[in-house]
Structure formats: C-alpha cells, structure tokens
C-alpha cells in the first residue's frame, strides 16, 4: 500500500527534554544525546552523519550531509576539500549551521555559529587514519567541479595512485582539512506526543551558556 504525504503522521512518545535533567553546559548534554545515539540508531542510520548549511557570497544557503569527525568543548569537526563549494563559501562567510537528526530518539539538535580550520597537525592526524583509498580519494576529486564523466575520476585515481606508488604515507593534500564550528547557539529537540516538543535552547553567555524553552 502506498502511503500519502498526509498519511505520513508520527507521533512522537519516547522521551522528554526537561530543564532540571538538562545540564547546564551544552556540550555534556550533546555527548550525552550523541553517545546515546551511536548506540541505539540502527544502521544504516550513521548517527554522526548531519546537515551543514553555508552561504554564498549572495546569501544563497546551501546544505549538505557530511560526518562529524570530532568534537571538544571548542566545537564540533568535520573534514572536507577546502577549494569545494562549501569551502569557498566558508571563505567568504565563515559562519555555519549543523543539524543532526536521530530518528528513533526522536530528537535533534541544531548548532549555529563561525566556522574555523582546524590546526594542519589535527588535519594531519585524521588523514593519517584515514583507510588509503580515502586518502588517495582526497588527492584525486576536485570536489564540487565539473567533471567530464565517471572515466575523468578514475583516470585522476589511477593518476595519484602511479604517483604515491612508492610512498607508503601519501601526504594529506594541501586542500583537504578540517573545520571546527564553534558554536554560539545549541538548540536540542525532543520529540513529544501531540506535536508540543521539548525545545531547550543553549545561548553564549560570556564564558558560560544561557538557557531557555522554545515552543514547539
Ligand atoms: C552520509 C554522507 C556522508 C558524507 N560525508 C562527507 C564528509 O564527511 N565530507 C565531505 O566533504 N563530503 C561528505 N559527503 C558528501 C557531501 O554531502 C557533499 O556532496 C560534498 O561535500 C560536496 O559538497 P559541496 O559541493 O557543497 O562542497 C557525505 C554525503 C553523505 C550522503
């Protein structure tokens, strides 16, 4: 049977978000809601895949799903091309949105805030443990341009690899890296029945963070 959109109705049971269980930093209660995700979202849920939003020089949002590499009380990591679309528009504009969506928590968060690149050294450490056909994956996708067809990738693959064939360590191309989102704003979400959500939302306050409930 096909579903409609507007059969398309969940409601939402599973837990609450109150302000006295909440702690009072943000970053404890997203390792919290994380380590809980990575335990109970099934595959082919990744729970440190999320949506990142950017935008252009004309104020043109763009999102995409990328993975969560890293996370400090700075802020949260990813990894990516540099000279890709969403890194030039982090160029120009380095402020971001981060969402994370976990279906059976019924929950999600969202981080706003500036985008910075993480240290060479750190980029560094991640590329090393990165299996080779990745790394060599970094060298050889001009990400976001155009391309003639599946041929010209693999061409540039078989490239890199004649290249590095003699290097055990390929190293990390000069635009492939990390990013660091630090975070003014954390919003967590949890999903409740009849559509009236917990919504506990996380404000820079000097060095410490403000609170307070959004309706659903
Ligand atoms: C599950 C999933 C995980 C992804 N992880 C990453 C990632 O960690 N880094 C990355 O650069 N792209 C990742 N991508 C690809 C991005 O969504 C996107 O296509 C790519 O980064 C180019 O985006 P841009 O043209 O806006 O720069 C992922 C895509 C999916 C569906």
Known sequence: MTQTLADMRRDYTRDGLTEAQAPTDPFILFGQWFEEAVRTEQPPVEANAMVLATVDAEQ???????????????????YTNYESAKGQQIAVQPKAAMTFFWPTLERQVRIE????QVSAEESDAYYRVRPLGSRLGAWASPQSRVITGREE????????????????????????G??????????????????????????????????QRLAP
Do not use: M, N
């Not at 805030?113 to 910075?116: D, K, L, P, S, V």
């Not at 693999?154 to 635009?175: D, G, K, L, N, S």
């Open 60 to 78: 043109q949002p763009h999102c995409r799903v990328l993975l969560l590499k890293g996370v400090d009380s700075h802020g949260f990591v990813f």
């Open 113 to 116: 805030g500036t985008i910075e």
């Open 153 to 176: 990738l693999e061409a540039r693959v078989a490239e890199i690899q004649t290249r590095f064939a003699r290097q055990e360590e390929p190293p990390r191309p000069p635009h492939w």
């Open 178 to 211: 990390g990013y660091r989102l630090v975070p003014h704003r954390i919003e967590f979400w949890q999903g409740r029945s009849s559509r009236l959500h917990d919504r506990l939302d996380y404000q820079r306050d000097g060095e410490g963070w403000r609170r």
